[in-house]
């Protein structure tokens, strides 16, 4: 069973920094590019980042280049979000989501449960 | 960025009610279009892929249709678990957009 768990979210205050992770399980990493889509409180759905299979190939929302980094360690099964220079704007809640079927077209077939991220002094 | 409009925001209906959901984009994305179903406090679930492919355990009701800017998804009657907010996204080319979503509503 494909199951995906991310971990990582929480308060910091604007400026600051956090790192979500998300656990995968069920299926082979490698194989499939990976995403983070958040979802700021009772808005829409909005794409942040995504990473190739291989994690050589990286592609960002204009929002977040050159504040977040994707990365991926598919030994470890796991995907994460670094975020550096926070903004009251980037409260969310996060979600990871894994690419359908691993031809490199970008929609998600499966999601995790999202983590909150909530930037505010 | 290829934006992606969804019209209407909000849709009153009726079980056993056919459903229509549009959604346009300023440039053609070929077929490159999916569409996702979220209910509160849910991750998104994925409905269609390519514009007109359904997602294996998806019910029948579901179907995409369109191609270059113009996308419709039309549920052909609307059950009791089909309300939710639905949302397109586009695969054409980075960035990744999604529509604003459509919250579906009983009437």
């Known amino acids: 069973e494909v199951q995906m768990l991310e971990s990582g979210g929480g308060l910091v205050q604007p400026g600051g920094s956090l790192r979500l992770s998300c656990a995968a399980s069920g299926f082979t990493l490698s194989t499939y590019a990976m995403t983070w889509v958040r979802q700021a409180p009772g808005k829409g759905l909005e794409w942040v980042s995504g990473i190739s299979g291989s994690g050589d190939r990286t592609y960002y929302a204009d929002s977040v280049k050159g504040r977040f980094t994707i990365s991926r360690d598919n030994s470890k099964n796991s995907l994460y979000l670094r975020m550096n220079s926070l903004r009251a704007e980037d409260t969310a809640v996060y979600y990871c989501a894994k690419e359908r079927d691993g031809s490199a077209y970008y929609f998600f077939d499966y999601w995790g449960q999202g983590t909150l991220v909530t930037v505010s002094s | 960025d290829i934006q992606m409009t969804q019209s209407p925001s909000t849709l009153s209906a009726s079980v056993g009610d056919r459903v229509t959901i549009t959604c346009r984009a300023s440039q053609s994305t070929s077929s490159w279009l999916a569409w996702y179903q979220q209910k509160p406090g849910k991750a998104p679930k994925l409905l269609i892929y390519?514009?007109?492919s359904l997602e294996s355990g998806v019910p029948s009701r579901f179907s995409g249709s369109g191609s270059g800017t113009e996308f419709t998804l039309t549920i052909s009657s609307l059950q009791p678990d089909d309300f939710a907010t639905y949302y397109c996204?586009?695969?054409?080319?980075?960035?990744?957009?999604f529509g604003g979503g459509t919250k579906v509503e009983i009437k």
């Open positions: 390519k514009a007109s």
């Open positions: 996204q586009q695969y054409s080319s980075f960035a990744l957009t």
